[in-house]
């Protein structure tokens, strides 16, 4: 496999043709040879893609209008479905010292440096699902990459997450008067009135979509875990088994009325919507109200995944966004071990059964929890569960449009095709033999411009 890439000057020549020998195409799952894509630098779209009659000549033909990608596979710029821009790894600093302890500019500085890890990794497409603590910075985020400011992924962003009262937020036992504070994570909004207010808001706010928890876990001060060095563990606690434990179960947040609502609120404001929700009832309700999305949705009958949720994902044409990167790092947090590897196995079946079941499933790790750059771990899980990777590859593209509003979107990605975003990447290997090629990303070009 060639290694360097010859990318010569640019001519005044808005025109650009970039050829390819493998090319995934997005739509019918499927590598194709021996094309070329020509692309208008000036809108950043594709204007033609063919099918070469002629042969080219052996050696790398790069000029001020030509980018020779042959020798690699070739994909349309990768989606990643769930992200956090302002978070970093957990395993470096947990999420509430993040929130609470770290300055407003270091969390600026830090999400700059994620974008660009990003893109390097060959995502060109972040769908960004709560700001987690800082509010709406997201939206002018957003913005510096929209003007040229800073490199970084095209981002679709929900600003707060919208919760009931006492739902998604910081519990902290030191939240006296004179104690610790925290910002506020979520908008918090109750009826059926209060919650097509909140819709109303994010929207307002600058929101590209919307997102709400439909469940969570809110009743962790009734048996706090020991959360700072030094602190005492609660005696004889509940089972906290990571599927099924009654210390901290998810309890829905909404009625089936308000989850109307919301999805109703979000169609007239022509966005997108997505739903955290991790049990059967939670998945059930939200696919029910029509949501755009499900996120993480590990809905379990014991230690088989629910039939039911899954069928309400199916006959919803509900995207599912199993976020497998962030329960394996969870799993394996402090080390792994024979139980870390059996509910792994657990949660990648589950991801395996809904497709299985026809559900349409989309690629995003809950990036953030885990590191960004690192976003290719959710397309090796997908495929370790046992999905094919020409579908997985279809997830982590094409689908990942549809899971950002697809046509409400106002540009299409996703798809090497005329009148689409010219967002491509090249990878040194066929994915398709060696999974490991989807972390060789040797060349990024999102909206016709090259990025590496």
Partial sequence: MRKEIEVAPRRPDSQV??????LFDSKHKKLVSETSIVIDTQTGLITKVFKREKQLPSHNISSSNTIDLRGLTVLPGLVDAHTHIFLHS???TPSINQERDESFIERIVRATNHAKSALDAGYTTYRDLGTEGLRDADVHFRDTINRGIIPG???FVATECITSSGGYEIRQE???PG???VPRLSDAAEGVDGVRAAVRRR???GADIVKFYADYRKRQLRFPPAAW?????IMFPPSGNFFSGDRNPSLLQFTQEEMNEMVAEAKRGKAPIAAHALSPEGVIMAAKAGVTSVEHGLAYDGHKPSEEALQALKENGTIFVPTLSVFDAELHRGGGDKDAERDLKVVLDHAKAAFDKGVKLATGGDTGAIAHGE???EIELMVEAGIPILDVLQNATLHGWDSCGGDLCGRKFGLVEEGWAADLIALDGNPTEDIGAIRKVKFVMKDGKVYK
């Fill in 174 to 176: 030191n939240g006296m």
């Fill in 153 to 155: 992924p095209r981002m």
């Fill in 90 to 92: 957990y395993s470096e």
């Fill in 375 to 377: 976003n290719a771990r």
């Fill in 179 to 181: 104690g610790t504070t």
């Fill in 203 to 205: 929207l307002g706010a």
């Fill in 229 to 233: 060095p030094g602190a005492k563990e």
């Fill in 17 to 22: 043709t970039v050829h390819t020998s493998l």
